[in-house]
C-alpha cells in the first residue's frame, strides 16, 4: 500500500507519502505506525503500466470537483504485475 497524510495545505503544499502494508502484533523499532481512519473515501480503480497509470490518475483526480478532506488517501496495490497493474485508489471525501 502506499498512504498520504499531513497534508500541510490541500493538494498544495507538502504531505507525507509511505509505503505501507498490514501488521498485527509487536512493531519493531523504526516503524512507524498509521492506523486507517474510518470515514468515506471515494474509490477508483486503475489499471494500466505501474509506472504511468497512477500518475495519471492522480493528474485527473486534482481536475475532479470533489471535497476532499485531505486527512489520508491511500492506493492499495493488488498486483506486482509492472505492465498490468491494478491499483485501488481511495481517496478520503466529506
Request: hydrophobic share 35%; charged share 25%.
Amino acid at each position: 500500500m502506499g498512504i498520504y497524510t499531513d497534508y500541510e495545505n490541500n493538494e498544495h503544499g507538502d504531505y507525507t507519502f509511505m509505503t505501507a502494508c498490514e501488521v498485527s502484533g509487536d512493531i519493531h523499532e523504526g516503524f512507524e505506525v498509521r492506523i486507517l481512519p474510518s470515514g468515506k473515501y471515494a474509490k477508483f480503480i486503475v489499471i494500466g503500466n505501474m509506472m504511468t497509470a497512477v500518475g495519471e490518475f492522480w493528474q485527473k483526480l486534482w481536475q475532479m470537483p470533489l471535497e476532499r478532506t485531505y486527512l489520508f488517501d491511500f492506493e492499495e496495490y493488488r498486483n506486482d504485475d509492472p505492465e498490468n497493474c491494478e491499483v485501488h485508489i481511495y481517496i478520503g471525501i466529506k
